[in-house]
């Protein structure tokens, strides 16, 4: 197991698309937080830093993965050579839990460093130690989460396109509106409405600890029926 | 390279290295493979023949564990693929279209694979060299021709130096100089105690370089056992003559129960022998130019073998 996390690992370090990825999101979130904080009127510097467009990166990013499995037929090798489906799945939902994190502190550290240089300079509140800790622990919790869930997603759908066009409906309509019309289904739901409640967001939102355990059940339960599918599907 | 233990020899000696029992495909209403049975052994390549859709990739997949069976079993010594400790240091194998991520290289490509199975780093570059692929081991996948990702899959099945070889119609897309390289590690192999199957649709393509063949057409086993025995066929021997007089030869071998072909003053007899041929032409006087026993081309024999016209 450890050394299929490696491999997946090292696939990840080494595919232009992840590094170009996490760039852009790292220049894009700085550049909006810069600007948030030096124009805008939200001076609340919690909402300011927990930036849920991040971790929809990741949920996209790890559905692309595994979907590339099939798009680009590297399946049939990669099952090849590790014959334990439901392990080389929990390896690559390992992996873009590692990437989720990793993302994640490369977007939210340098964007709360300048961001709270640029709140200071406007002689607004900062966030203090404390502030910020609960910051990132949000953050990276959502993405290391969201990552496996891409990763399952992508297992179960196979094909690409629908997959992360589907993701994104999803997380930036259907979820939205459910919320809006049920909020008690909304905020349970796995793409936007717990992750919410676990960044601390708006009133009807779940308190983050319930809301990390929906999270929580959500990957599991995807994880789990992408991992029945995978092992009796035929690989052709 | 022999920093590995001796994967030559069988673990249990006098056990097929791949045995297939039975095995079923179904695929809807598509009966892939039907019944097939059949086994390979250490230290010769076998060739696993049949024309395009007779049910090669879907038995060789099953085997791989890539599909599953609808019933019977295909396993190396008794495992199941998924169940072997060390599946890359047992068994190698390149699939029809092999595939590779097109934004990695080829040495990217074997590092990962040589991390998941536990091999060291200088395997890579044993392999690569192997294949000849070294001074572009650096490119994106995506640059390479079709023979460049053949010869990267035969690298990435060679990796953990395994028992068992499996090929499926592996000279697509090779050169020639590729193609003879291909035979001589096939040879190799085998020479080495391995156990090496190959599949084709061109029984010529293959046989030069193996040792047994298994004849396979929708989906049922038509044929098996060591080359020269499959391509002569069960029909008996048959001889090629030339005669002075091809009217009274085939007269007098008719005469004596043969059946004779003629075309021109060479005659076809079946069921006799170049020496039986030549008793009976000096019995009778006649004169015989040339004789010689018939051998039935390969695209005879596997035309006769699964009843497909090419
Ligand atoms: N995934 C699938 N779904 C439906 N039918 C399939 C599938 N895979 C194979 N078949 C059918 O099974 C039969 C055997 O196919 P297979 O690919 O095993 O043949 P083959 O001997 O490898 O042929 P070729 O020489 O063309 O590679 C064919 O009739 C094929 O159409
Ligand atoms: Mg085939």
Same mark, same amino acid.
């Given at each position: ?104 502190? +490369? =977007? ?42 891409? =990763? ?8 690409? +396109? ?15 509106? =459910? ?50 599918? &995978?092992?009796?599907?035929? &690989?052709? | ?5 001796? &994967? ?31 086994? +390979? ?40 693929? @998924?169940? !072997? ?27 990962? !694979?040589? +991390? ?21 081991? @650096? ?24 028992? =068992? ?99 021109? @003053? ?45």
């Amino acid at each position: 197991m450890t050394a299929l996390l490696r491999a997946e690992l090292l696939k990840l370090r080494t595919t232009r698309t992840f590094a170009a990825v996490v760039a852009s999101a790292a220049a894009l979130s700085l550049t909006l937080v810069v600007l948030g904080a030096a124009l805008g009127k939200e001076t609340k510097a919690h909402a300011l830093f927990t930036n849920s467009a991040i971790t929809y990166i990741i949920v996209i990013l790890g559905a692309i993965a595994m979907t590339g499995e099939w798009r680009h037929r590297t399946i049939t090798g990669s099952v090849l050579a590790a014959p334990n489906r439901v392990r080389l799945l929990a390896a690559k939902a390992i992996s873009y839990s590692v990437a989720g994190i990793a993302l994640s502190i +490369i =977007v939210t550290v340098p964007t709360i460093i300048v961001g709270e240089l640029v709140l200071s300079g406007r002689g607004l509140a900062t966030l203090g130690a404390g502030g910020i800790a609960d910051v990132l622990w949000r953050n990276l919790a959502v993405a290391a989460l969201l990552g496996p869930l891409g =990763v399952c997603v992508g297992a179960l759908v196979r094909n690409q +396109i629908v997959t992360v066009v589907g993701l994104v409906i999803m997380a930036a309509a259907i979820e939205p509106a =459910v919320f809006q019309a049920v909020p008690e289904v909304g905020r349970l739901l796995p793409l936007a409405g717990a992750p919410g409640g676990v960044l601390g967001g708006t009133h009807g939102d779940l308190s983050p600890a319930p809301a990390l355990a929906v999270m929580v059940a959500w990957t599991l339960t995807i994880f789990a029926a992408a991992a029945w599918r &995978l092992r009796s599907r035929d &690989l052709v | 390279m022999k920093k590995f233990p001796p &994967l030559g020899k069988p673990k249990r000696p006098g056990r097929a290295a791949v045995e297939i029992r039975d095995l079923s495909k179904r695929f809807g209403a598509v009966a892939a493979v039907n019944h097939l049975s059949f086994e +390979i052994e250490p230290g010769r390549v076998t060739g696993f023949l049949g024309p395009n859709g007779a049910g090669k990739s879907t038995t060789l997949r099953a085997l791989l564990g890539l599909v599953q069976p609808s019933s019977g079993s295909a396993t190396f010594g008794g495992l199941r693929y @998924d169940e !072997l400790d060390e599946p890359s240091a047992r068994v190698g194998a390149v699939l029809e279209d092999a595939s590779f991520h097109p934004g990695r290289s080829a040495r990217n490509h074997l590092r990962v !694979l040589a +991390i998941t199975g536990n091999h060291p780093p200088h395997r890579v570059e044993e392999v690569l060299s192997a294949v000849g692929l070294s001074d572009a081991a @650096d490119r994106r996948v995506k640059g390479y021709s079709m023979g460049m990702r053949q010869r990267l899959a035969i690298a990435a099945a060679l990796l953990g130096d395994p028992q =068992v070889l499996i090929l499926d119609e592996p000279s697509n897309g090779l050169d020639p100089p590729g193609i003879i390289w291909l035979r001589g590690l096939m040879r190799e192999q085998a020479a080495d105690g391995r156990a090496v199957l190959i599949s084709s649709h061109v029984l010529a393509e293959v046989a030069q370089s193996v040792d047994d063949v298994g004849v396979i057409a929708d989906g049922e086993l038509r044929a098996q056992g060591p080359l020269e025995q499959v391509l002569g066929g069960s029909d008996g021997p048959a001889t090629t003559v030339r005669a002075q007089d091809p009217v009274r030869l085939t007269g007098a071998l008719e005469r004596r129960g043969h059946r004779v072909d003629r075309d021109g @003053d060479v005659l076809n007899v079946f069921g006799a022998t170049p020496e039986e041929v030549g008793e009976i032409a000096g019995h009778e006087r006649l004169a015989v130019l040339g004789l010689a026993p018939r051998t039935r081309s390969l695209e005879e024999a596997f035309i006769a073998l699964t009843g497909v016209q090419s």
